[in-house]
């Protein structure tokens, strides 16, 4: 396993168009995290899953977000209806249970670009 | 609430310490991260620390933590060229994944 990995690593798109994401996480780790990065900024929690449950979701995840863990494994994240405040990096992580000493892992990320 | 800063820049010369602070505000954290971020990347995990713990070591990174104050370190000792990055600290509380500050730009100069 080498770790969480993400795809696109870099998305260019139109005002108005929708954009998916995909996330891997690490087989054995059941929680997966979903945050966004601004210029900047550190990371802003947007949701996450346990298993194939989404337990928690921030504010900052409008109505025009869309997350799916549907076995469990993988997770997608959709933006419909893009808009240029929108552009930033979006990372995911995955943990087993709660983090503890192994911390969270992250993958490189995907870069939005809303153009 | 949660809310967690730290300065923005620092430089130091190589072969140096680096002392990156920061403070949050949730005293019920349970662990405490340190994340870096090379320029167009994810982050790694350096270290952490369990909020029971003053102090932990590992290699060239001593993380300080003052719990009264609410206030965390992260010092490198002898800082290459190749520490440069930004410096993220988090808060785990346990209830919602990571809470992050703004990130400490470590500029290494040889």
């Known amino acids: 396993d080498t770790g969480v990995s993400q795809d696109p690593r870099h998305k260019i798109t139109k005002r108005g168009q929708n954009v998916t994401f995909r996330c891997d996480p690490i087989s054995e780790h059941n929680r997966l995290y979903w945050y966004r990065q601004t210029l900047g900024q550190g990371p802003e929690f947007l949701t996450y899953f346990q298993n194939e449950a989404q337990l928690e979701k921030s504010r900052l995840l409008s109505d025009r977000f869309s997350a799916e863990r549907p076995k469990g494994s993988f997770s997608t994240l959709e933006i419909q209806r893009t808009e240029q405040g929108d552009s930033a990096m979006y990372l995911c992580a995955s943990s087993n249970r709660a983090g503890g000493v192994y911390g969270y892992t992250f993958g490189s990320g995907t870069r939005l670009t809303v153009v | 609430g949660e809310d967690v800063e730290q300065s923005l820049f620092l430089s130091v010369r190589e072969g140096d310490s680096s002392v990156i602070n920061c403070t949050y505000t949730?005293?019920?954290?349970?662990?405490l991260y340190w994340y870096k971020q090379e320029p167009g990347a994810g982050l790694q995990l350096l270290t952490y620390?369990?909020?029971?713990?003053d102090m932990k070591q590992d290699q060239r990174l001593t993380v300080l933590l003052n719990k009264k104050d609410k206030h965390l370190s992260l010092r490198i000792a002898d800082t290459q060229t190749g520490d440069s990055a930004i410096y993220f600290c988090?808060?785990?509380?346990?209830?919602?994944?990571?809470?992050f500050g703004s990130g400490t730009r470590l500029q290494v100069q040889p």
């Open positions: 949730d005293s019920s954290s349970t662990y």
């Open positions: 988090a808060e785990d509380t346990g209830r919602r994944a990571l809470t």
């Open positions: 620390i369990f909020s029971n713990m």
